[in-house]
């Protein structure tokens, strides 16, 4: 049976599902294929993001942050809670029901739009075909005048760690833990290796975090790190940098992790290691050899900045091509790349893509580094503004860290916000709207900011820049 489509997209991910809507919505007959099979063995949309990623670790970062308060912060209201116990298993019962819920959603946005939501494997084939094996079936040949491939990642596994889905897991299986590791290690101190130990750091395990790089969060901004490192330090978090793990083996007490720090040979014990080193692009079945597909050395399908591949009417996007790894990135391509098919012009500002780390204190940012700044040769000048002397952040006993503004001293551009402290990553918001209209430093000292809010952080930091915070000593 052969069946044609104005476009096929490949992965339902947030840059797959997003795309195909959009290009539903432009008229386009859409079809979407993806094979994601959970642990239960059930198929479902959505892909790491909605199944392994984003979604349900954030369920168990609000999860444990509310044991963590109710144990540690509540007193401070004059609330008496007697013991506090966390129930693991209702826990996980509860992010899985948030999972189920919006991969189900999907289906039904998917049915709304009239896109084919396609259950199997998907290859790209020579001239567009896309060769469809659905899960119970045989192949069959779609043709297509535009397909979009949206494979995403998989965790990046160390030759001499390697997974078990037991004692040396991944990110996947970290989040999906039946009960609180005693000891747990985990192997880099980025994004993922962060939320995930803040999770059961803060339900009981004891935590170290092995980081080969010398700096604290090399990608944030140093004065954003120094804050993070001291508050994650105060909740037990141990993180050691400069120690670059060599050997990983699993032995009757646990699993025995040798790395090496600038005082030599080191080892420490946990009853199961993460290993959080990065992620790859997952390109494999995804493209014949004929198919005209270009893959860098480091396994990315090579686009351009319209996400075209070499082939014309084929396009690639989210973590299976360059750039960072995000969810709202992969979703914003998908848009760009579904109206630029239907004709319409469409670009993607890769400059103001926010990253947010949801730790506690939440950690986000937007635009360039303080450093980054330096490095361009650019004069700037540097506001900001501590969540201390923030009213609601009081009143929320919530005061660690601060808003810091980057600007140009010549316009007044905003070049960079950062942001550590409660709710970073839905202030940060307020900072890409600002970028993204190349807003100055002056606009947002004039926009009237709610008060009392944690946005007047925003505001008075804005103020700072040229020394006129009216709620702080000012530099
Ligand atoms: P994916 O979400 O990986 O989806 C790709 C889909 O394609 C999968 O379903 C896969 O099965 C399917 N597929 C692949 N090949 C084929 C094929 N040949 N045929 C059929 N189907 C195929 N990002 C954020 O922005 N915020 C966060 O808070 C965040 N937290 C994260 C936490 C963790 C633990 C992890 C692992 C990631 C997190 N991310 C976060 C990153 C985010 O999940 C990814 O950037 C995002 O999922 C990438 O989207 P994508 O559409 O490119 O790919
Ligand atoms: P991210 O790519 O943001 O998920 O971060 C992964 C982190 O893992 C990076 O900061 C790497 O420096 C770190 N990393 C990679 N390999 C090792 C290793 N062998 N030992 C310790 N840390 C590592």
């Known amino acids: 049976?052969?069946?044609?489509?104005?476009?096929?997209?490949?992965?339902?991910?947030?840059?797959?599902?997003?795309?195909?809507?959009?290009?539903?919505?432009?008229?386009?007959?859409?079809?979407?294929?993806?094979?994601?099979?959970?642990?239960?063995?059930?198929?479902?949309?959505?892909?790491?993001?909605?199944?392994?990623?984003?979604?349900?670790?954030?369920?168990?970062?609000?999860?444990?942050?509310?044991?963590?308060?109710?144990?540690?912060?509540?007193?401070?209201?004059?609330?008496?809670?007697?013991?506090?116990?966390?129930?693991?298993?209702?826990?996980?019962?509860?992010?899985?029901?948030?999972?189920?819920?919006?991969?189900?959603?999907?289906?039904?946005?998917?049915?709304?739009?009239?896109?084919?939501?396609?259950?199997?494997?998907?290859?790209?084939?020579?001239?567009?075909?896309?060769?469809?094996?659905?899960?119970?079936?045989?192949?069959?040949?779609?043709?297509?005048?535009?397909?979009?491939?949206?494979?995403?990642?998989?965790?990046?596994?160390?030759?001499?760690?390697?997974?078990?889905?037991?004692?040396?897991?991944?990110?996947?299986?970290?989040?999906?833990?039946?009960?609180?590791?005693?000891?747990?290690?985990?192997?880099?101190?980025?994004?993922?290796?962060?939320?995930?130990?803040?999770?059961?750091?803060?339900?009981?395990?004891?935590?170290?975090?092995?980081?080969?790089m010398e700096d604290f969060l090399f990608m944030a901004d140093r004065d954003v790190a120094k804050v993070a490192a001291a508050d994650f330090k105060k909740q037990g978090l141990d993180i050691r940098l400069g120690a670059k793990v060599t050997s990983a083996t699993v032995g009757k007490t646990g699993v025995r992790v040798d790395y090496e720090d600038k005082n030599g040979a080191q080892s420490i014990e946990v009853d199961k290691l993460i290993v959080a080193v990065g992620r790859r692009p997952y390109t494999d079945g995804l493209f014949a050899d004929d198919a005209g597909i270009q893959i860098d050395e480091r396994g990315f399908i090579v686009v351009d900045d319209e996400c075209r591949t070499r082939v014309k009417g084929v396009y690639a996007i989210g973590d299976c091509v360059r750039g960072t790894m995000l969810a709202h990135k992969a979703s914003e391509e998908g848009t760009m790349v579904a109206d630029l098919i239907s004709g319409e012009s469409a670009e993607m500002n890769y400059d103001v893509i926010p990253s947010v780390l949801y730790t506690n204190p939440e950690i986000a940012w937007t635009g360039k580094t303080e450093e980054q700044v330096k490095a361009s040769g650019r004069a700037y000048k540097t506001g900001t503004f501590p969540f201390a002397a923030d009213g609601r952040a009081k009143a929320m006993e919530q005061t660690s860290g601060m808003v810091k503004i980057i600007s140009a001293e010549d316009d007044d551009e905003i070049l960079g916000v950062h942001i550590v402290g409660p709710m970073a990553g839905e202030l940060i918001a307020e900072a890409v709207l600002a970028l993204e209209f190349s807003a100055s430093t002056e606009d947002l000292q004039r926009t009237i900011h709610a008060h009392p809010s944690l946005s007047e952080a925003m505001h008075e930091a804005a103020l700072a820049v040229d020394n006129r915070a009216l709620n702080y000593p000012n530099k």
């Open 1 to 212: 049976m052969s069946k044609g489509y104005d476009v096929v997209v490949i992965g339902a991910g947030p840059g797959g599902y997003i795309a195909a809507i959009r290009a539903a919505q432009h008229g386009m007959s859409v079809a979407c294929i993806d094979e994601w099979k959970n642990k239960d063995g059930k198929n479902a949309f959505g892909g790491t993001w909605l199944n392994a990623g984003c979604i349900p670790s954030k369920a168990l970062l609000e999860s444990s942050e509310l044991y963590h308060r109710a144990r540690h912060e509540f007193s401070k209201h004059g609330i008496s809670t007697g013991d506090v116990s966390m129930d693991v298993a209702k826990m996980q019962r509860r992010r899985a029901g948030i999972v189920r819920q919006l991969t189900g959603g999907i289906g039904g946005l998917f049915r709304a739009a009239k896109v084919d939501g396609l259950v199997g494997h998907g290859k790209l084939l020579s001239d567009k075909k896309v060769e469809f094996t659905p899960v119970d079936g045989d192949p069959e040949i779609i043709d297509s005048k535009h397909v979009i491939l949206a494979s995403g990642s998989g965790p990046i596994e160390l030759p001499f760690a390697k997974f078990d889905g037991e004692t040396i897991i991944d990110s996947w299986d970290a989040i999906e833990l039946d009960a609180v590791p005693a000891r747990l290690g985990v192997i880099g101190a980025g994004v993922i290796g962060l939320e995930l130990g803040s999770v059961w750091s803060r339900l009981g395990s004891e935590v170290t975090v092995l980081e080969a």
